[in-house]
């Protein structure tokens, strides 16, 4: 380095880096250390702000253009040097480098602004002692930044750390930091402790690197409602109805990760440019430059902005140059080909599974196995918050259709042979078991296996191992609980990791010869926004059944998607305790809960537990009592005419919702009738 004295801790400056621009020479002298150690740099720009120092890449991909080789670097310099001078974005901007690498850990400690990094910092060092901090040098700014090496090369780290909210970032692999060494006529990034050639020794701590660990895997996408925050603060949700698209939307949720918001924006739009939909790009390259440029407006990046329009002008047909990067697919080949089909090219394939209308009328209507909830040779989910009662739904229906069927409260149940995959709670689901045959005095379930295995249907052998297993073992029900469980190795937020698993499961359903593959999963946050992960899950179920409430009060079943019948009304059911015998671990006699339908007492009761009482529209009840008084059986439209005549004047929304609430409090009852209606009519 070109001098490492005079910096005792305070923002002092180098006393052979004066305040004064670097030129070429120097960065390419100060870089030289920092690659020779392997840390990858490129060329920055360097600007004084009121509140900040401004640091924009000169390179067109930013700090995925760094590099290790002193030529290249140069190069990098003395085109970056020229844009300095031509841009008038970077008019007044200064020289400078950054670094990026992948086997290192930056700690950034802000003290601005009533930000609380030194604490954290103090702490830490109290804590470790000199494991922490032996490595270290002021910023510009005056925060404390230390560099350590990772204990483990293959976990990437991204910009949030633990102490976020304190002021501390990290810098890694989505990340880069400027170095001690490099100066302007405002400044400098100065040592304060250790040098480079001790980075070897300084790894970070086995706890510490178990907080970074547990405190979510930065480099993993967001958390869908941090991703909907995002994407409503940048004026996504108000962009031209050209891209008001429920696949764009699926993807730009996908794509967009916790670290690394502007490429997720850029991939979207590689994403559009690779689509043949029709979509209005330059429509698409205004809406989204206007959030862009607010979104770099508002972190005080309005540097980038001339690099972002360029970008976005090639995507949308102008002449520039530029290579779009390369969109990841997931599994190419599609799901249920038999060997015939393999040893065909793709376009015989095609040409041998084409068919006339004739033949398209002769494809089978859905078999249903559970109606208005599952059918047979289908993918569904069973899905809803932790402690909510999910897995004694799945319990219920697992063996209602394993020991020969008939009705599962409302709905008719064919029987079938079941498979339960229990990846979690093996001992639990034993007892749920037991107390359902107890309470419905069933003593053997021929019908029924129980695995308690997690399989990871990620791993491309242990799903074929399983697609081997039910192959020819006629199963019609197959229950995977938890998809949690069952996907290590996948990224729960990627579409290409959730499409490879969605891909093994068309093929264990495929193989199985036609059944019903639930997965039981958890929402986030917002129940509403569905199964947690990505959207991918949701697009390939073709039911969807949402469980609400609580175990120990009253549970609500209602079926949220079907692609091929009318959504049946929701269920509400009160858990039954069964006593099972024997003394558990705690002492107390082993008992259980199976689910039964709640009646209208019950969810008064419940409801008058919590203090809430049961909400009823202000004409429940004269639509009810008219229903139930006319004695008849028909559709929801002919009452919706009945009443008219009758002179009461309801909308239909309405109508539909005071139904569902009376057929889920067992005061009418839904039947299913023909085109997918629901035949209504007082309690049977």
């Not at 040097?81 to 690498?101: I, M, N, W, Y």
């Not at 082993?590 to 203090?611: C, I, P």
Request: hydrophobic share 40%.
């Amino acid at each position: 380095m070109i001098d490492h004295s005079g910096t005792d801790g305070s923002h002092n400056v180098s006393k052979v880096t004066p305040f004064r621009p670097m030129t070429v020479d120097e960065v390419c002298a100060e870089a030289q250390e920092w690659m020779d150690y392997g840390i990858g740099c490129f060329p920055i720009a360097l600007n004084r702000l009121p509140s900040k120092t401004e640091k924009t890449p000169l390179t067109k991909h930013g700090h995925q253009s760094a590099t290790l080789d002193a030529k290249k670097f140069r190069q990098l310099v003395e085109a970056g040097v020229q844009r300095l001078k031509t841009d008038p974005v970077l008019a007044g901007h200064e020289l400078g480098f950054g670094c990026h690498s992948t086997n290192e850990v930056l700690f950034d400690f802000d003290e601005k602004n009533g930000a609380k990094g030194a604490e954290v910092r103090e702490r830490l060092a109290a804590t470790y002692g000199e494991e922490m901090g032996a490595v270290a040098w002021r910023s510009i700014s005056g925060a404390t930044n230390w560099l350590m090496t990772k204990r483990a090369r293959e976990m990437p780290i991204s910009n949030t750390s633990p102490w976020t909210a304190f002021g501390v970032d990290l810098r890694s692999d989505n990340g880069w930091f400027v170095p001690p060494g490099v100066h302007c006529s405002w400044g400098s990034w100065s040592w304060s402790n250790g040098a480079l050639e001790d980075l070897e020794e300084c790894v970070v701590p086995t706890a510490v690197w178990e907080l970074l660990r547990v405190a979510g895997e930065h480099a993993a996408p967001a958390h869908a409602d941090e991703v909907e925050q995002w994407l409503d603060a940048n004026g996504l949700t108000h962009m031209p109805n050209a891209l008001r698209d429920k696949q764009l939307a699926d993807h730009l949720r996908t794509i967009a990760s916790a670290s690394n918001r502007h490429p997720a924006m850029w991939d979207a739009l590689v994403w559009i440019r690779h689509q043949d939909r029709g979509v209005d790009r330059r429509a698409a390259f205004e809406a989204i430059e206007k959030a862009w440029r607010a979104r770099m407006i508002v972190d005080g990046e309005t540097g980038r902005v001339d690099e972002c329009r360029e970008k976005l002008a090639h995507l949308v047909g102008s002449s520039l140059e530029w290579e779009a990067e390369r969109v990841e697919v997931g599994p190419t080949e599609p799901p249920g080909l038999d060997e015939e089909d393999r040893a065909l090219s793709p376009a015989e394939v095609i040409r041998r599974r084409m068919l006339s209308t004739d033949q398209l009328d002769q494809i089978p209507l859905p078999e249903s196995l559970v109606a208005g909830y599952l059918f047979r040779n289908s993918l569904a989910w069973l899905i809803g918050p932790s402690g909510v009662g999910k897995s004694f739904v799945a319990v219920d229906i697992a063996l209602k259709v394993g020991t020969g069927g008939g009705w599962w409260h409302d709905a008719e149940v064919k029987g079938g042979k079941v498979l339960y995959v229990i990846a979690e709670g093996a001992s639990g689901m034993s007892l749920r078991a037991r107390a359902w045959r107890k309470f419905y005095g069933v003593t053997d379930t021929p019908q029924i296996d129980w695995l308690p295995l997690a399989v990871p249907l990620f791993d491309a052998s242990w799903a074929a191992g399983l697609a081997d297993v039910v192959d020819g073992a006629g199963y019609d029900l197959i229950i995977v609980d938890t998809l949690a469980r069952s996907s290590l190795g996948a990224e729960e937020n990627s579409a290409k990791d959730t499409g490879q698993i969605v891909a093994n499961l068309e093929e264990i359903r495929h193989r199985s010869g036609g059944a019903c593959v639930v997965l039981v999963h958890h929402t986030g946050k917002d129940i509403g926004a569905g199964g947690r992960g990505s959207t991918a899950y949701k697009g390939a179920m073709e039911s969807e059944i949402v469980v609400t409430g609580t175990v120990k009060s009253i549970v609500k079943v209602e079926s949220t998607k079907q692609k091929n019948v009318e959504c049946p009304a929701p269920l509400q059911f009160r858990p039954e305790v069964v006593a099972l015998g024997g003394i558990g671990l705690d002492g107390e006699e082993m008992s259980s809960v199976v689910l039964v339908k709640a009646g209208t007492e019950d969810l008064e009761a419940a409801s008058a537990a919590e203090g809430i009482g049961i909400a009823k529209p202000k004409q429940f009840d004269v639509v009810v009592t008219f229903i139930i008084n006319q004695q008849r059986a028909i559709p929801i439209n002919a009452w919706h005419a009945d009443l008219k005549r009758a002179g009461i004047h309801i909308g239909d929304k309405t109508l539909a919702g005071i139904i569902n609430l009376a057929v889920s409090m067992g005061e009418l009852t839904s039947t299913p009738g023909p085109n997918r209606s629901r035949i209504i009519s007082g309690p049977l």
